[in-house]
T-cell receptor, first 116, second 111 residues
């Protein structure tokens, strides 16, 4: 149980285009989903917290207009990187927390974004 | 702000030796602490989760301890195997459900 999927696993895009990444909780309902990014040999940094049906809360320094987050249902959150640039190239990982859990987040397999 | 430090950043051990990985955090007001494994280019695999009221958790060859008052956790891996080669991440849950991660211990087990 507690499986989280992400799609796509890898994406390469041209500078200036937008990319959408999906995060799904497959066998549980998640009121809260989290988006992280990870640079090589660095720790995961929380970008934003999204709650179903409400606006996402962004961490300091994360541009909300650049990283659009939509948590439309209890099993799906999307991250759209708008007008992507090479510096946005990174590993993006989502996690989800069950409605009635023990404060544990379950992580997706990650999405490798490369912007040319 | 919660800061998590993992020492050593990287280590290599011969197969069969026990591994000791250290994690420290600055704010002892945590809900829980979790150890993850991450293989190159992959996502996170949860290994052990220790609630703030617990002092240790065990799973097979893995044992993790938590000393909340001193802000420390140690992950022990007994009788290491080449398949244990990976990066091990420590994370603490604090504040408003925020997870703070360390940079990881990169482990290589030499056959």
């Amino acid at each position: 149980g507690a499986v989280v999927s992400q799609h796509p696993s890898r994406v390469i895009c041209k500078s200036g285009t937008s990319v959408k990444i999906e995060c799904r909780s497959l066998d549980f309902q998640a009121t809260t989903m989290f988006w992280y990014r990870q640079f090589p040999k660095q720790s995961l940094m929380l970008m934003a917290t999204s709650n179903e049906g409400s606006k996402a809360t962004y961490e300091q320094g994360v541009e909300k207009d650049k990283f659009l987050i939509n948590h439309a249902s209890l099993t799906l959150s999307t991250l759209t990187v708008t007008s992507a640039h090479p510096e946005d190239s990174s590993f993006y990982i989502c996690s989800a927390r069950e409605i009635a859990g023990v404060n544990e987040q379950f992580f997706g397999p990650g999405t490798r974004l490369t912007v040319l | 702000k919660q800061e998590v430090t993992q020492i050593p950043a990287a280590l290599s051990v011969p197969e069969g030796e026990n591994l000791v990985l250290n994690c420290s955090f600055t704010d002892s007001a945590i809900y829980n602490l979790q150890w993850f494994r991450q293989d190159p280019g992959k996502g996170l695999t949860s290994l052990l989760l220790i609630q703030s009221s617990q002092r240790e958790q065990t799973s097979g060859r893995l044992n993790a301890s938590l000393d909340k008052s001193s802000g420390r956790s140690t992950l022990y891996i007994a009788a290491s195997q080449p398949g244990d080669s990976a990066t091990y991440l420590c994370a603490v849950l604090y504040g408003n459900n925020r997870l703070a991660f360390g940079k990881g211990n990169q482990v290589v087990v030499i056959p």
